[in-house]
């Protein structure tokens, strides 16, 4: 089907480009962390633009599941995207909760995570 | 920062043996980052063909309760901490034991679980981080006699 050929095309692309960005964000907190600084606003909102990619990302799936040609493995490739959703926000309550360094190491430690999601969603995605 | 300064509690608001704050934040995030990952693997493999390797994926069930726990009570602190020790506790034993019985009977062990080959499948996490959380929470122990909520 055509539109699924489409579907394919842009949402590997966009889960590469989602990992990307979050590798980013990891690096720029990392940073941060190295200098003993916590996470600032500039960091939120890069990290917003890396969800609504993901909010993107699962949309697809979600229309790609509708019409019939979901992942094979669908429990696990949902329990993945969920948890991909959940992650940066966690991290971002807790970049206001904790004015530390350590928000900045949580953030790090999300972006590897969202990044690492990726690449298994992209595995499972086929 | 909470480092020597800190664990004084000199103008901590916090209540000794708080376990979510600073590096405890980090600690708390890749528990639980662990524990969902454990309860959708364990959760999948139980629903769908609990037959196949019933020892492996009840150990696996075991696993994510054990580690939703251990967030649990990490995240909360205080009175919560003798549940963390436990379950932090149970967790060195599991990977342990599970990741040496999974390399030396693997007849037992058809499918893997996240304790097998010492937390192999997951870079090892497993069972670095419950000495990683055996050192936070005897870290942050509260200290100088007070009450042992």
Redesign the interface.
Known sequence: MLSTRILHAVWIPLAWAVAAGALLLAGWAGWRAALDRPVILRQLLAGGVVEVLLVVQAVMAAVRGATGDGPADSWTFWGYQLTSLCILPAAALWAFAERTRWSSVVLLVAGLTVAFLQLRLVQVWA | ??GAKGATGATAPEPRGETA??????VV??Y??LA??AT?RS??QI??DFDAAPLAYALSGVAAVVYVLATVALAQGGRWRPVAWVAVGTELVGVVVVGALSLTRADLFPDATVWSGFGQGYGYVPAVLPLVGLWWLWRTRPRGGGSAR
């Open positions: 920062m909470t704050t600073g590096p405890g934040r980090l995030a890749v639980a980052v969902i990952a959708f959760g999948v629903l769908r």
